[in-house]
């Protein structure tokens, strides 16, 4: 049987500057383009870090002063005619994030990603921390970004199922990992909206281990739903290792994900996954655990993949 480390794929990073000290990073999976500085029209009304609207190939998006949302010295306008704008699909929107320079892509594993330090904060805006040369780089938590310029609408984050569908997911222990604090809290209010139970964690590596020991004492968990993009063990690695341990092989696994959801679904099939979604809609997740539970109920199980990927 191969093993997760065998069939994976170094992911992409693009890093950029946004400041003469600290370089962050994206996934290339995030990015569509990256284009120069160019003339912006004003959005009257918009966040103060939005610097106005920007026309690319038959799209209109914002542009984000990527240094004035995370706190650090905002550009000036002297500034401006040397920066560019990287484009992200990102969470059911195009965004454009104005950063100071391009620096390079580098292929990396999510294993060796690293949570931020305890110590830097709750509201950091990295999901984890690479070392690569002698430079200490911060992944981007786009969502938390997001969250502060673009709140999500309430009727997004909530909304309503019948009693009978409520007493179907209570029946069903679940279980939510996310890398974004934003993610969390999100995936949080959808259920506790309507009053349905569930445990929540930050890592891959432990959101296994949990499942792996609540299997053991006999109180698996029935659905999964989990972020693709994370440091440690990231959603694609997670469903693989999933669908290949027998304890867990009844388990519904829903890959939540802020990428465009023509990027994610064809590989979460190939290791294992029953659905991929894109954040976030309540609406749209909590009728994916409806879906799960049936498939419990109905008594369901996805083949491993490791025996598919040997073909």
Not at 125 to 146: F, K, P, R
Request: aromatic letters at 6%.
């Amino acid at each position: 049987m191969q093993s997760v480390s065998q069939h994976k794929q170094t992911q992409g990073l693009l890093l950029f500057r946004i400041n003469e000290r600290q370089t962050f990073g994206i996934g290339t999976l995030k990015v569509k383009e990256i284009v120069p500085f160019q003339p912006l029209t004003a959005i009257p009304q918009s966040h103060h870090v939005v610097l106005g609207a920007a026309h690319i190939r038959g799209t209109t998006m914002p542009v984000i002063d990527l240094a004035g949302a995370v706190g650090y010295r905002p550009v000036t306008e002297e500034e401006l005619a040397h920066c560019f704008i990287i484009v992200t699909d990102c969470q059911r929107q195009r965004v454009g994030f104005l950063v100071r320079k391009i620096d390079r892509i580098i292929d990396y594993s999510w294993r060796n990603i690293s949570p931020p330090p305890k110590a830097s904060g709750r509201d950091i805006y990295a999901t984890g921390v690479i070392s690569h040369g002698d430079e200490l780089i911060q992944l981007l938590d786009i969502e938390m970004v997001l969250s502060h310029i673009f709140p999500v609408e309430e009727d997004q984050l909530h909304t309503n199922i019948s009693s009978s569908e409520q007493v179907t997911l209570r029946q069903h222990p679940i279980l939510l990992v996310d890398d974004s604090s934003v993610a969390r809290k999100q995936l949080a209010e959808a259920l506790n909206y309507v009053n349905v139970p569930f445990d929540v964690c930050a890592d891959g590596s432990e959101a296994l281990d949990m499942m792996v020991k609540a299997a053991e004492r006999g109180e698996a968990y029935h659905i999964l739903v989990s972020d693709i993009e994370m440091p440690g063990l990231d959603g694609y690695e997670l469903a693989f290792e999933v669908r290949n341990n027998p304890q867990l092989a009844g388990i519904y696994i829903i890959l939540h994900t802020s990428l465009s959801s023509e990027i994610s679904v064809d590989r979460a099939h190939q290791v294992g996954a029953n659905e991929a979604l894109e954040k976030f809609d309540a609406a749209e997740l909590l009728h994916g655990m409806l879906r799960g539970a049936l498939h419990v109920e109905r008594g369901d199980v996805v083949p491993g993949v490791a025996s598919r990927l040997q073909q």
